[in-house]
């Protein structure tokens, strides 16, 4: 039900998504009367999917806390408890980002020695796409929190985007040592710490992202929500610029003409909603999360990065990971009591 | 002497600066005999300079707090006391941002009601340029510093930008009121104020920057450095993806070719050298800080920046807006007072 755009955008992507990927089935968690009318004009989805009648939904403008009093047997809650019950591999929303975290949270419950859920994001670089975590759930993080998205975010690359041995940097505002703010620092200090077993690579800057020199980029939510939007926001800038030159004079548009298979293939790869859909880490129970505004096309693209997750072995990395987590609060709490 | 490729680039960009604006003079602080053979090389810039030995220099290793003890005498005090002596207009250095900070501090004196100075970026957008900051000169903010941002780019913007009435946003992850940390909503109740007569358009998000929905975006000097980078970065990538769709295949090399005058024009708009140049605020005196890596050109486009400053009225603009600050911090302690 959620997204700006309301079960329209979610059918109408679930039906791209089924017709590019067989083998694909969905529970459709939302309002019966107006989701039917909307399935009988899409056939590939209608075979695919069956909905769940939900008398309740979670609003845009809901506060998380509100939210989750008043969410039972909304769509949103029944749609993270099809993950719990094992109906569901995996839970997708476009709604709202807090209340979404916060039922996830009540639902499926945190992972062993971990704080709070962190959202990757997969970005593309030259060599692919880095896992950039957290951008948006965390406002205000813990050094040990960052330690935290690091292991996540590391088990993130290596099942979804296919990296053995993923390096680690922690996003900051200079290469030296004794740049950055004390979050950051302290958080250093504890990736070094051998027993994490981390390929640690120490700090990168904003433009590190882009340019791929890690393989995980590690940050609290607001630093990394507003990288991720002032990134969106330069390609839609720069797409305008290409747009603006390519139209400027009866000569220009004449190139465009002739290079028009050139900046289709240009549109497509830096068509935003190709990059759709943020991973919700740290729970037990995949939950992926859409942007709000993403049309069809968005949607299929975040139900593809779901499906991704659901046959990665993403929880069997996970597992791994969070022994180490485990070691290093032992070893903490060791240091405590000597 | 600073800067990544020390003194070489310097004279080279004032030797471009100089050829392309006339009535431009440059003051050369540092070593006499490493300037005085490249300058030889470069006859508009000799015609146009002065050089003025210097002793030391600060490096770009050296610790704010180290070079801040060590530096008088070195070429960057000099050039800083330069500006408050009356001799020059505005000093440039591409070398050690921090020590930067610290000696023009110590040298030009923070304005009245101003803690610290702010770095401000000139962003591009599809309406002219808006003014960013802090992107880099504070790392950890308070509320009250962000309102001093808030006027001093306010006054940049109508001086530089040359905005009537420029609109000012807070930078943040989302736009409802119940969003973000607890530094900006408070900055944001500050802004509300109406004794502070500003333009405030309330919480502005990363992609908001490049759209240029506001005039001047503040936020802390770590976020804000962040987004510049990561928007180079971006702007970095997507041009690696033109070059990579127009050489991909013989036809689109042939495309490129056919469209080699707009993929000029496209390329010299994106060049990140065309926005290098970050201006210092809040001081007795102007500032401007170019990149360390910065080349000729880059250095060039810097001089442009500072030689638009010290022919602009910032300086006037600065003073009528410090008087609102000065309100601001009476109704502060009247409050406290009470």
Redesign the interface.
Same mark, same amino acid.
Request: glycine letters at 10%; charged letters at 25%.
């Given at each position: 039900m959620g997204g700006d755009l309301g079960p329209a955008a979610v059918v109408e992507g679930v039906d791209i998504a089924v017709r590019r990927r067989g083998g694909l089935r969905c529970l459709l968690h939302g309002k019966r009367d107006e989701i039917e009318p909307i399935l009988a004009r899409f056939p590939a989805a209608r075979d695919a999917s069956e909905i769940r009648d939900a008398e309740t939904f979670v609003t845009m =403008?809901d *506060?998380p806390s509100e939210a989750l009093r008043r969410s039972r047997g909304s769509s949103m809650w029944n749609a993270i408890q099809a993950v719990k019950a094992g109906e569901a591999d995996v839970a997708m929303s476009a709604g709202n980002t807090g209340a979404l975290m916060a039922i996830s949270k009540v639902i499926l419950r945190m992972k062993p020695n971990v704080h709070r859920p962190a959202i990757v994001a997969s970005w593309? #670089?030259?060599r692919g796409f880095s896992a950039v975590l957290d951008v %948006?759930a965390n406002?205000?993080c813990t050094p040990t929190q960052l330690v935290e998205f690091a292991i996540l975010g590391e088990a993130f690359s290596r099942a979804v985007h296919g990296i053995e041995r993923p390096t680690v940097g922690l996003?900051n505002?200079g290469a030296?040592e +004794? *740049? %950055?703010?004390?979050m950051v620092q302290e958080a250093a200090q504890l990736m070094r710490a051998a027993h994490l077993d981390l390929d640690y690579y120490g700090y990168v800057?904003? &433009? &590190?992202?882009?340019?791929g020199t890690v393989d995980v980029v590690v940050?609290d %939510?607001? #630093?990394g929500?507003?990288?991720? *939007? #002032? @990134?969106?926001? #330069? @390609?839609?800038?720069?797409?305008?610029?290409?747009r603006e030159?390519?139209t400027?004079t009866f000569?220009?548009r004449l190139?465009?003409f +002739?290079?028009r =298979?050139?900046l289709r293939?240009?549109r497509s790869?830096?068509d935003p909603r190709s990059a759709n859909g943020g991973v919700l880490l740290g729970m037990n129970g995949i939950v992926v999360k859409s942007h709000g505004s993403a049309d069809g096309e968005g949607f299929a693209t975040a139900l593809r990065v779901a499906a991704g997750m659901a046959e990665s072995n993403f929880l069997s990395e996970i597992e791994h990971n969070l022994h180490r987590l485990a070691r290093m609060s032992d070893a903490a709490a060791e240091q405590a009591a000597e």
């Amino acid at each position: 039900m959620g997204g700006d755009l309301g079960p329209a955008a979610v059918v109408e992507g679930v039906d791209i998504a089924v017709r590019r990927r067989g083998g694909l089935r969905c529970l459709l968690h939302g309002k019966r009367d107006e989701i039917e009318p909307i399935l009988a004009r899409f056939p590939a989805a209608r075979d695919a999917s069956e909905i769940r009648d939900a008398e309740t939904f979670v609003t845009m =403008d809901d *506060k998380p806390s509100e939210a989750l009093r008043r969410s039972r047997g909304s769509s949103m809650w029944n749609a993270i408890q099809a993950v719990k019950a094992g109906e569901a591999d995996v839970a997708m929303s476009a709604g709202n980002t807090g209340a979404l975290m916060a039922i996830s949270k009540v639902i499926l419950r945190m992972k062993p020695n971990v704080h709070r859920p962190a959202i990757v994001a997969s970005w593309p #670089t030259p060599r692919g796409f880095s896992a950039v975590l957290d951008v %948006g759930a965390n406002i205000e993080c813990t050094p040990t929190q960052l330690v935290e998205f690091a292991i996540l975010g590391e088990a993130f690359s290596r099942a979804v985007h296919g990296i053995e041995r993923p390096t680690v940097g922690l996003l900051n505002i200079g290469a030296e040592e +004794l *740049k %950055g703010n004390s979050m950051v620092q302290e958080a250093a200090q504890l990736m070094r710490a051998a027993h994490l077993d981390l390929d640690y690579y120490g700090y990168v800057e904003g &433009d &590190d992202i882009s340019m791929g020199t890690v393989d995980v980029v590690v940050t609290d %939510g607001f #630093t990394g929500n507003v990288a991720l *939007k #002032t @990134a969106e926001g #330069t @390609a839609r800038l720069v797409g305008r610029f290409v747009r603006e030159e390519f139209t400027s004079t009866f000569r220009n548009r004449l190139s465009a003409f +002739l290079s028009r =298979d050139v900046l289709r293939g240009l549109r497509s790869r830096m068509d935003p909603r190709s990059a759709n859909g943020g991973v919700l880490l740290g729970m037990n129970g995949i939950v992926v999360k859409s942007h709000g505004s993403a049309d069809g096309e968005g949607f299929a693209t975040a139900l593809r990065v779901a499906a991704g997750m659901a046959e990665s072995n993403f929880l069997s990395e996970i597992e791994h990971n969070l022994h180490r987590l485990a070691r290093m609060s032992d070893a903490a709490a060791e240091q405590a009591a000597e």
